[in-house]
């Protein structure tokens, strides 16, 4: 292989989900494609790296300078909060149609064998989310069915355990056990939402 299609496979088989086959027929691709396709697929990356970032309040992606349109004030239903682990579970979850509520990204889940604690996520503004919308109802725990996913969902209904008015469920187990929300079918979490439990 010659080094220039090397280097192009690599840094494509280091994106997620993505194995060295893959990565070889998309360098393929690109190599057939005119010096314009290349330049506005080149513009688009870097254009989406520059001017995306996270909320401060919710975690999700917004347009930088623009408001976060999962926060914005009477936009959603504030009597509900979703706590998802990342925010391309946001995406999946909106897909379904099933929810309109807000949404609290914690950015992972806890992992003490990957030296994952509670610091290293935003579990700490969770409380704040609460007092900052006195609606609030419920809070759905919607972290992948998992044990890191599980493990998070436990940890949150025990650091949350003051707020004594508020009601707090988890996404039901429609979700195989160990697959991840984003990658889940929109009516597979559509049943979820719907049929979540109480947790006690």
Do not use: W
């Not at 990957?114 to 989310?129: E, K, M, N, T, V």
């Amino acid at each position: 292989m010659i080094p220039e299609l090397e280097r192009v496979v690599e840094q494509i088989a280091a994106l997620p989900g993505i194995g060295r086959k893959s990565a070889t027929r998309i360098a393929f691709h690109f190599l057939k494609q005119n010096q314009e396709k290349v330049e506005d697929f080149l513009t688009s990356v870097t254009q989406f790296h520059s001017k995306v970032e996270y909320c401060d309040e919710c975690g999700a992606l917004k347009s930088r300078h623009l408001h976060c349109s999962m926060c914005t004030p009477g936009q959603r239903n504030e009597t509900l909060l979703c706590v998802v682990e990342q925010p391309s579970d946001i995406f999946a979850i909106e897909a379904s149609g099933e929810y309109n509520g807000l949404y609290h990204v914690l950015m992972g889940a806890l992992s003490p064998l990957d030296g994952i604690g509670p610091d290293d996520l935003r579990l700490a503004s969770l409380p704040a989310r609460v007092h900052k919308h006195p609606a609030l109802q419920e809070i759905i725990i919607a972290t992948n069915p998992s044990i890191e996913g599980n493990t998070t969902a436990n940890y949150i209904l025990s650091m949350m355990a003051e707020f004594k008015n508020l009601k707090f469920s988890r996404i039901a187990s429609g979700l195989a056990l160990g697959s991840q929300i984003e990658y889940a079918d929109a009516r597979i979490i559509s049943q979820s939402l719907r049929a979540r439990t109480v947790l006690e």
